[in-house]
């Protein structure tokens, strides 16, 4: 271990941990000092929203801290299928299921959709849960280019004898922020007797009129698809879940290990995401202004010349290369006030190391601008070291 760990930091990989000590909003104090936090998930600000947090105090106050039990034994209660009917409705499906977290979601559900003699096709950007995923089905998988509809045609086309196929893809690409291209994809699977699973972990409560993901988002409600998110994101609470249809989620009940054997959520939780949900869907001004601060943020950088990815979402990349040259410039900018975390091989591919910035809807202009500051302040001086 000593060895392998030694290799890690010499190729600047080795990661480590940051003490979040306040709540994740836009300013934020790590490790003792304030800082701007371009790190976080919270895009709407729930986690805090007053009527989600009294939600949750109560359901802790009447229930307790935790489940005691998997959900098919004694961790299920009313709260769940409250929230599940909640999820329904906003994803536009006859069903939901919720497991404990977006990662359990996806290595339970790939696998039990998909086995031996099945074929998987996976976009070649998806987030490391629908990668493991796939690795514990044992099904066949094929990885396409990013986005590529014309490569995932020509496998689909090729594909040959299969029992079933199912293709898997982020929604909203958690590293890079460009959308699925999702009529499209849909189309395809159609044409190929496939089904689609998309991923909204990033997506929910961000895409669509009232928040449903990229199904809202292209319109697409009343067809066929998988959707998988997750509660930790914009909901700001903890939990993955999948809707579908009713057929769907009754066999996910009896075949999904990641949701047969493990303990339920806390009832807090489900009780402040079921809360979050409606907050996500009546204020509409939270979507918007995280988008009008995405977009601030995005035009500011593109004017100071950074790389950034073109990405339409909330989610920034800037490339810089190396996990060396990305270590270096998170340190300066941290040094600068501003937390953004380095994302290094193998989160994303060699050569493509990037600060990834994510904007949320409780960052103030002032915040964005010492942001922008932040950004140009650490990039001068990577310039002057090297
Ligand atoms: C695209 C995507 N899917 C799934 C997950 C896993 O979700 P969770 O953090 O709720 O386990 C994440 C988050 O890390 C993600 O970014």
Known sequence: MKTELDQIKQAGLQRSLYSVMTAPTGRAVLDGREVILLGSNNYLGLSTHPEVVKASAEAVRRYGTGASGSRLITGNCQLYSDLEVKIAEAKSTEAALVFSSGYLANIGTI??????????????????????????????????RHCDLAHLGLLLAQSGKF??????????????????????????????????????????GVLGRSGG??????????????????????????????????VLIEFLMN??????????????????????????????????????????????????GFPLLPSETQILPL?????????????????????????????????TSRLRLSVMASHTAEDLQSAIAGLVAAKSTLHTNS
């Open 163 to 204: 029992r079933r196929r199912l293709i898997v893809t982020d929604g909203v690409f958690s590293m890079d922020g460009d959308i699925v291209p999702l009529p499209e994809t849909c189309n395809l699977a159609e044409t190929y007797d496939a089904m689609v699973m998309v991923d909204d972990a990033h997506s929910f």
């Open 319 to 351: 490339i810089l290369g190396s996990a060396e040259v990305v270590s270096q410039f998170a340190d300066a900018l941290l040094a600068h006030g501003v937390y953004a975390p380095a994302i290094r091989p193998p989160t994303v591919p060699e050569g």
């Open 111 to 144: 696998p039990a959709l998909a086995g031996e003699g099945d074929l998987i096709l996976s976009d070649a950007l998806n987030h490391a849960s629908l990668i493991d995923g796939c690795r514990l089905s044992k099904a066949t998988t094929h990885v396409y």
């Open 255 to 304: 075949r999904a290990r990641g949701f047969i054997f493990t303990t339920g959520l806390p009832p807090a939780t489900l009780a402040g995401a079921a809360t979050a949900i409606d907050m996500m869907q009546a204020t509409p001004e939270l979507r918007q202004r995280l988008s009008s601060n995405a977009r601030q943020l995005k035009n500011a950088l593109l004017e100071e």
């Open 213 to 246: 993901g990229t199904v809202e988002h292209f319109g697409l409600e009343g067809r066929e698809i998988i959707q998988m998110g997750t509660l930790s994101k914009a909901i700001g609470g903890l939990g993955g879940y999948v809707a579908g249809s009713q």
